[in-house]
């Protein structure tokens, strides 16, 4: 029997029919072969490029602006200089203390660590919640090109900046390239194998963890914070040679023109399990056709809650928890300073979080809403932790911290690796779109709501 000539489309993982009824293999890239590892390790390499801007330039902000602190004490900014240098997600490698309470039962800083949290994230937020209906008519290349260029403004803005007003704005471009980059390369997925989706989750786990001992091991062999993001420069690089010459870019990818492509109607891929049954939504989907109207994504969003809504309370019990608790976590009676005990538990929380987002190969995770029952479980132990100051050992707080990681990538890598394996072919690439907001609006409100529960906490006597 002769086959038939099939185009590339985004992968699935049924197969075609001949045309006697036989079945006849989809042209997908085994996973066998070298050209499917390729492109697994291109999506995890830019997971992690992609991440590492927003995970380095909390730590990297701070360490400026303390030094913008020193030049700014004749411009009558100190108070305003101090209260926001001293809200980094990371205390700075120097040797010198934030301001503490004085009055307070904790060794408080001026401002909760959440403030500069919502900066790095709410334009990531605006990104996530408005791009998938109208991202679509971008062509890839030109997305990339865009991330490229605010990572790298990222790095050297904040390094080059004099003030506290462009730093700031560095930050901003970080959150930029990190929430543009997330929709698109999640985007992306929908034209390769599904095995991709483990590789970015794992890539941008990895982020956590390299760019946070990068940062650390640079600026303790001798680098200023101004040279170390100079140097890190090199990740924006590595992420467009990832793009354009390590994967293997399918025809079918809309990659310098400015249109919408049409598909060719395919056949066994309507009989996967879609995540929406609903009968007057479904009736206005063009199975043949990826060029999806703004009602029929509407309609898609509903069968993701399932999995959208337990990511967002996982993120915001586990931001909460680090944003709003980690610096309140103190033992006194360890041989490591304040910092040092912060600097441990955000390493061992990207720990936690690289491990469990590279494990869905190993063990795949249906219930979602398991891992967020959990990780509330953990937030509300903590806060109690906090308050009365029961638990007797610093080793206690960072096996949960581990566990606290562990729950949070697993929810992460199995919210995009269900969408990917029950979505139809023809919503996969906006659901994957569309699904990628959840965690950063948890990340949001806990950011909103860790402020006042710092003050609180450092109100008391």
């Known amino acids: 029997m002769e086959r038939r000539k099939v185009n590339w489309r985004p992968q699935s993982d049924s197969d075609w029919e001949g045309e006697d009824g036989e079945e006849e293999p989809f042209p997908?890239?085994?996973?066998?072969?070298?050209?499917?590892?390729?492109?697994?390790?291109?999506f995890w390499l830019l997971g992690l490029c992609n991440n590492f801007a927003y995970v380095v330039m909390l730590s990297a902000a701070h360490d400026i602006l303390r030094g913008q602190e020193a030049q700014n004490k004749t411009t009558g900014l100190e108070v305003f200089t101090a209260s926001v240098s001293e809200s980094s997600s990371s205390p700075p490698p120097t040797s010198s203390p934030?301001?503490?309470?004085?009055?307070?039962?904790?060794?408080?800083?001026?401002?909760?660590?959440?403030?500069?949290?919502?900066?790095?994230?709410?334009?990531?937020?605006?990104?996530?919640?408005?791009?998938?209906?109208?991202?679509?008519?971008?062509?890839?290349?030109?997305?990339?090109l865009l991330c490229f260029l605010t990572a790298a403004g990222s790095f050297l803005i904040v390094s080059y900046s004099t003030t506290i007003t462009i730093s700031l704005l560095g930050v901003v471009f970080a959150s930029i390239s990190s929430g543009l980059g997330e929709i698109s390369f999640l985007s992306l997925t929908a034209y390769y194998h599904r095995d991709v989706v483990a590789g970015w989750s794992s890539g941008t786990g990895g982020a956590g963890i390299f760019g946070a001992l990068s940062y650390l091991w640079l600026t303790w062999a001798g680098l200023s914070?101004?040279?170390?993001?100079?140097?890190m420069l090199v990740i924006p690089v590595i992420l467009l040679c990832s793009y354009f010459l390590l994967l293997i870019q399918p025809p079918s990818v809309p990659r310098w023109k400015w249109h919408t492509p049409a598909w060719s109607t395919f056949?066994?891929?309507?009989?996967?399990?879609?995540?929406?049954?609903?009968?007057?939504?479904?009736?206005?989907?063009?199975?043949?056709?990826?060029?999806?109207?703004?009602?029929?994504?509407?309609?898609?969003?509903?069968?993701?809650?399932?999995?959208?809504?337990?990511?967002?309370?996982?993120?915001?019990?586990?931001?909460?928890?680090?944003?709003?608790?980690?610096?309140?976590?103190?033992?006194?009676?360890?041989?490591?300073?304040?910092?040092?005990?912060?600097?441990?538990?955000?390493?061992?929380?990207?720990?936690?979080?690289?491990?469990?987002?590279?494990?869905v190969k190993c063990l795949s995770i249906k219930k979602i809403w398991m891992l967020a029952l959990l990780q509330c479980v953990n937030m509300v132990f903590l806060l109690f932790a906090v308050y009365y100051m029961f638990i007797p050992s610093i080793y206690i707080v960072m096996a949960l911290i581990v566990y606290e990681g562990l729950l949070g990538g697993a929810a992460y890598v199995n919210t995009f690796n269900n969408i990917s394996q029950e979505s139809k072919d023809e919503h996969r690439e906006f659901a994957m779109s569309a699904a990628c907001v959840a965690d950063t609006l948890g990340i949001s409100l806990s950011g909103a709501a860790a402020i006042p529960v710092h003050n609180y906490f450092c109100s008391l006597p």
């Open 28 to 42: 997908l890239v085994p996973p066998l072969q070298a050209s499917h590892w390729r492109n697994t390790a291109g």
């Open 98 to 144: 934030p301001p503490s309470s004085n009055t307070s039962r904790y060794d408080c800083n001026a401002l909760s660590t959440a403030a500069i949290l919502l900066a790095d994230i709410l334009p990531t937020l605006l990104i996530k919640f408005t791009a998938p209906f109208f991202l679509h008519l971008v062509p890839y290349n030109y997305r990339v």
């Open 225 to 231: 914070p101004q040279h170390t993001l100079l140097v």
């Open 267 to 359: 056949g066994a891929a309507s009989d996967r399990r879609p995540l929406m049954d609903h009968d007057d939504c479904s009736q206005n989907t063009s199975v043949g056709s990826y060029s999806l109207t703004f009602f029929e994504k509407i309609c898609i969003i509903p069968g993701l809650l399932k999995y959208m809504l337990p990511l967002s309370v996982v993120y915001f019990a586990e931001y909460f928890i680090n944003q709003g608790l980690f610096e309140l976590l103190y033992f006194k009676n360890t041989a490591l300073t304040h910092a040092l005990q912060y600097r441990w538990y955000q390493m061992l929380y990207q720990a936690g979080v690289f491990i469990s987002r590279s494990s």
